[in-house]
T-cell receptor, first 118, second 115 residues
Framework: DTAVSQTPKYLVTQMGNDKSIKCEQN?????MYWYKQDSKKFLKIMFS???????INETVPNRFSPKSPDKAHLNLHINSLELGDSAVYFC?????????????????FGPGTRLTVL | AQTVTQSQPEMSVQEAETVTLSCTYD???????LFWYKQPPSRQMILVIR??????QNATENRFSVNFQKAAKSFSLKISDSQLGDAAMYFC????????????FGKGTHLIIQP
């Protein structure tokens, strides 16, 4: 029973293409995230979604767009791929709820998607 | 903005010995959480240990324990009886309490276990 799953695990594509990465969690969490890990292993938050609402967007290019059809899914769409988009993308989920007194709960990560843009 | 600093890009330890990984952070918040995540070559991010800032007691999980010094904004990870399976990248991370704005990570420490 995979808690947070991502598909595909590997994605190789040409510059200029549009691609999507899917993420699903079966933990019943109400917040999901996307992180980017660059070639130097540095992890940076890109987006988080709570109850279908975007909570934060860390100045990523607007070629990246998160889409959440329901609480258990947060997909990442990338348009006009560039060489610099090559990285590992991680999805994560937690039970944190923005605007409440609830504390930041532990984030559980998916296996990552290695994106290579040629 | 919060920052997390891991000053040791790489550490090496003999199997069965103890090693300590350093982490410092900077924040103006009073309610926050700190985490250590492990990333083996499989690239899966695995939670090692978590510390609530309001708790004075240091968190412990089996062979893993932390030394949380709130005033100094220091959060080091001690691994006792190191095992070959502990070899991985270790990331220190900060999360703001009461929010869902993601974790801020340090640059990581690559831990090598010598047999």
């Amino acid at each position: 029973d995979t808690a947070v799953s991502q598909t595909p695990k590997y994605l190789v594509t040409q510059m200029g293409n549009d691609k999507s990465i899917k993420c699903e969690q079966n933990l019943g969490h109400d917040t999901m995230y996307w992180y980017k890990q660059d070639s130097k292993k540095f992890l940076k938050i890109m987006f988080s979604y709570n109850n279908k609402e975007l909570i934060i967007n860390e100045t990523v290019p607007n070629r990246f767009s998160p889409k959440s059809p329901d609480k258990a899914h947060l997909n990442l769409h990338i348009n006009s791929l560039e060489l610099g988009d090559s990285a590992v993308y991680f999805c994560a989920s937690s039970q944190a709820a923005a605007g409440t007194s609830r504390s930041t709960d532990t984030q559980y990560f998916g296996p990552g998607t290695r994106l290579t843009v040629l | 903005a919060q920052t997390v600093t891991q000053s040791q890009p790489e550490m090496s330890v003999q199997e069965a010995e103890t090693v300590t990984l350093s982490c410092t952070y900077d924040t103006s918040e009073s309610d926050y959480y700190l985490f250590w995540y492990k990333q083996p070559p499989s690239r899966q991010m695995i939670l090692v240990i978590r510390q609530e800032a309001y708790k004075q007691q240091n968190a412990t999980e089996n062979r893993f324990s932390v030394n949380f010094q709130k005033a100094a904004k220091s959060f080091s990870l001690k691994i006792s009886d190191s095992q070959l399976g502990d070899a991985a990248m270790y990331f220190c991370a900060y999360g703001r309490g009461g929010g869902a704005d993601g974790l801020t990570f340090g640059k990581g420490t690559h831990l090598i276990i010598q047999p």
